[in-house]
């Protein structure tokens, strides 16, 4: 059995990922193992993110693979975009699933899983959005409520 750890950083953004390989007398299977960074609040998330808008999912529209995890992707009708470019009406993100759990994606649920009016901090990961970790990257906001952060 082999074992990688692999230690990735750019700015204040740092993730740990760790692979482990079965044995040979099963096909090879991967687990990666990524320690997420925990952000203070939510300015923090907003600094970090490539992406953040005010939006509703519509579906999910698929999945990817994350870190040797499915990841389901979302259509999320966009309301306002607060940083980044994106010039269409809609945006597919995908939710990024916790690890370590055991194969499970979602043991707490999927935060794109909602009808609610949401934030959503994204991030580019292969040419996709996703969003920016699996617990601090959709926060409800429901109508008239301001925004956690400064957006300048």
């Known amino acids: 059995m082999g074992k990688l750890t692999m230690l990735a950083a750019a700015g204040n953004f740092a993730v740990v990922l760790v692979l482990t ?3 040979m007398i099963e096909p090879p299977h991967a687990e990666a193992c990524v320690d997420w960074v925990r952000f203070e609040d939510p300015q923090d998330q907003f600094d970090q993110a490539a992406l953040v808008i005010i939006g509703k999912p519509v579906k999910q529209d698929g999945e990817t693979n ?10 999320v009708e966009i309301e306002t975009v607060l940083k980044g470019e994106q010039g269409q009406k809609t945006v597919l993100i995908s939710s990024t699933p916790q690890t370590c759990t055991g194969g499970v994606s979602y043991p707490d649920g999927d935060p794109l899983d909602t009808n609610q009016r949401v934030l959503v901090f994204a991030n ?29």
């Open 21 to 23: 390989t079965g044995c």
């Open 124 to 152: 580019k990961q292969d040419n996709k959005w996703s969003t920016l970790t699996p617990q601090q990257g959709v926060l409800p906001l429901a109508e008239g409520t301001p925004l956690p952060f400064r957006s300048s």
């Open 66 to 75: 994350m870190y040797g995890y499915a990841a389901r992707t979302h259509l």
